[in-house]
């Protein structure tokens, strides 16, 4: 079974600390990705990557950054966190077929939930 | 840009009855369609892909169907049970982004 998972289940930051989510997926992967999912609004797209050192910008990448030093592993930064950043936020990996990103379904984290007072 | 939208927001039926879930995406140039389960404060599972050539799939009790012509994509649940009470997704597929439905909430009464 394809295992991803997420350093933190809960996290509470203030406004202006710099934020670490991290994702690790144990099935040699070569896309990963980060949402957030906010009520009514769905999954939005944050960035994704699709090989080591390298990413893409998704739908909403303002406020935040990203880092893929390791192929298991995708790491989301808040630089400086703000309140509408309270969200929750999944990781999700990918197999790619044929060297075609996305392809696949994807396979989901458990989530991490941030509140940003 | 890719629009998702799933009608309706909540459903409420009672065990037994059969679930039909609906979907609409704008953008017909599609590489798949997937339908995703989640449960309360979890990570979303993968129930269903259909490829843009496909119709429909199915596993178990679960059948999905695709219109691709008419932007539609449709979720049937045989003989609801309560463990089926979940959040479900879909997302379609172009190029390399999933774009999501905010998604339809069913509880399956007792």
């Known amino acids: 079974d394809v295992k991803v998972t997420q350093s933190s289940r809960y996290l509470v930051k203030r406004t202006g600390e710099k934020v670490f989510l991290e994702c690790v997926q144990d099935m040699d992967h070569e896309n990963m990705f980060w949402y957030r999912q906010d009520p009514g609004l769905g999954l939005r797209l944050i960035y994704f990557s699709y090989d080591v050192k390298m990413k893409e910008k998704g739908d909403i990448p303002e406020g935040y950054s990203v880092s893929r030093e390791k192929k298991e592993r995708f790491s989301l930064i808040l630089e400086s966190a703000s309140t509408n950043q309270t969200s929750m936020y999944l990781c999700?990996?990918?197999?790619?077929?044929?060297?075609?990103?996305?392809?696949?379904?994807?396979?989901f984290g458990p989530g991490t939930r941030l509140l940003v007072l | 840009k890719q629009e998702v939208t799933q009608i309706p927001a909540a459903l409420s039926v009672p065990e037994g009855e059969n679930l039909v879930l609906n979907c609409s995406f704008t953008?017909?140039?599609?590489?798949?369609l997937q339908w995703f389960r989640q449960d309360p404060g979890k990570g979303l599972t993968s129930l269903l892909l259909i490829q843009s050539s496909q119709r429909e799939q199915t596993s178990g009790r679960l059948n999905a169907s695709l219109d691709k012509s008419s932007g539609r994509s449709t979720l049937y649940i045989a003989a609801s049970q309560p463990g089926d009470s979940a959040t479900y997704l879909c997302?379609?597929?172009?190029?390399?982004?999933?774009?999501f439905g905010a998604g339809t909430t069913v509880t399956v009464r007792a």
């Open positions: 953008d017909s140039a599609i590489y798949n």
């Open positions: 999700a990996s990918s197999f790619s077929l044929a060297g075609s990103v996305g392809q696949e379904t994807q396979y």
């Open positions: 997302a379609a597929l172009n190029d390399y982004k999933l774009s």
